[in-house]
Nanobody, 126 residues
Framework: QVRLVESGGGLGQAGASLRLSCTAS????????VGWFRQAPGKEREFVSG????????DYVDSVKGRFTISRDLASNTVHLQMNSLKPEDTAVYFC???????????????????WGQGTQVTVSA
């Protein structure tokens, strides 16, 4: 069982930056694709970004390309999501998720993921 803990959420104004972190309790995290998803009130959970186990491949939803950057630190079992130029429409609860795989493809479907964190709130005001 892999336990994921997100941190770094909070409140910011449009244009601000926040960095989310997802830390895992188990070294199997190192052989996992990690994804960030978000869910706004009344909306379905959507894929935001993901990174493969080696960090060699990443993917982003179009709405965050050029503003968000995902990275992973294998030594500390942590994946970061740097969010710049935040917009009010980025407001959501952000979840990190892990899928045990060595695939070079980032999975964008939430149903493919094995473990989930509890979520962290990001609120961006206009």
């Amino acid at each position: 069982q892999v336990r994921l803990v997100e941190s770094g959420g909070g409140l910011g104004q449009a244009g601000a930056s926040l960095r989310l972190s997802c830390t895992a309790s188990d070294d199997s995290f190192r052989v996992s694709t990690v994804g960030w998803f978000r869910q706004a009130p009344g909306k379905e959970r959507e894929f935001v970004s993901g990174v493969t186990s080696t960090g060699g491949n990443t993917d982003y939803v179009d709405s965050v390309k050029g503003r968000f950057t995902i990275s992973r630190d294998l030594a500390s079992n942590t994946v970061h999501l740097q969010m710049n130029s935040l917009k009010p429409e980025d407001t959501a609860v952000y979840f990190c998720a892990a899928k045990l795989t060595l695939s070079r493809r980032v999975h964008t479907n939430s149903r493919d993921y094995d473990y989930w964190g509890q979520g962290t709130q990001v609120t961006v005001s206009a």
